[in-house]
């Protein structure tokens, strides 16, 4: 269900100068380009903000699918949402939520992973990523997913989140888009579940 005056559009469709509106300057997001699923950890440690978003443009602009969306208030580009099969996701199929949460094959495409939010720090809080979530189920069902998980933190364990751990979103924030919790595989974690 879209959210009132939040427009999406996917990556592919969009400047590549909105994307880099999102990622901004300055915090996590300009650092990651959300490539952090995407490679091991010493490589992470081994590649600068620059060569992250030249992946992530890169990806962009050859994947026949967009492995993203953005958000827009008002015509500004606000958010950013990864949506892509999680046989993309090398990082996260190994990680401790799926392996000890997901009833899927690991290498089952038709299953896909919402990874990561980002929402500029002055447009929180107005339903970018309810909006982001929501449009990113439609986006995986429209590109044949079968099953769409989220791996977000669940601010009932953990009350004491910094915003730098809530680009997985938040329980709440996935309930609200017609998941539902599959397991708890670790304190403060959940892997969230929808089939398609």
């Not at 490539?35 to 994947?63: G, I, K, P, Y």
């Not at 979103?169 to 929808?194: H, I, N, W, Y």
Request: net charge negative.
């Amino acid at each position: 269900m879209p959210v009132a005056g939040v427009a999406i559009a996917s990556a592919s469709s969009v400047p590549w100068a909105d994307v880099q509106a999102v990622f901004g300057t300055r915090g996590d997001p300009s650092r990651c380009w959300c490539q952090f699923f995407l490679l091991s950890n010493s490589e992470f440690r081994e590649t600068d903000a620059a060569a992250c978003s030249a992946m992530l443009r890169d990806r962009v602009e050859r994947n026949s699918v967009s492995p993203g969306l953005i958000g827009y208030l008002d015509g500004e580009p606000v958010g950013w949402c990864a949506v892509e099969p999680r046989t993309n996701y090398p990082i996260v199929i190994r990680s401790r939520v799926v392996t000890g949460g997901s009833v899927e094959s690991a290498d089952d495409p038709s299953v896909w992973a919402i990874v990561c939010f980002v929402v500029r720090t002055e447009f929180r809080r107005r339903g970018v990523s309810a909006a982001l979530v929501s449009a990113a189920v439609g986006w995986a069902r429209d590109h044949g997913a079968r099953v769409i998980e989220g791996y977000p933190v669940d601010t009932a364990e953990r009350q004491k989140v910094g915003a730098a751990d809530l680009y997985h979103g938040t329980v709440s924030l996935f309930e609200s888009a017609g998941f539902d919790v599959a397991a708890r595989p670790s304190l403060g974690r959940a892997l969230m579940r929808l089939e398609l």
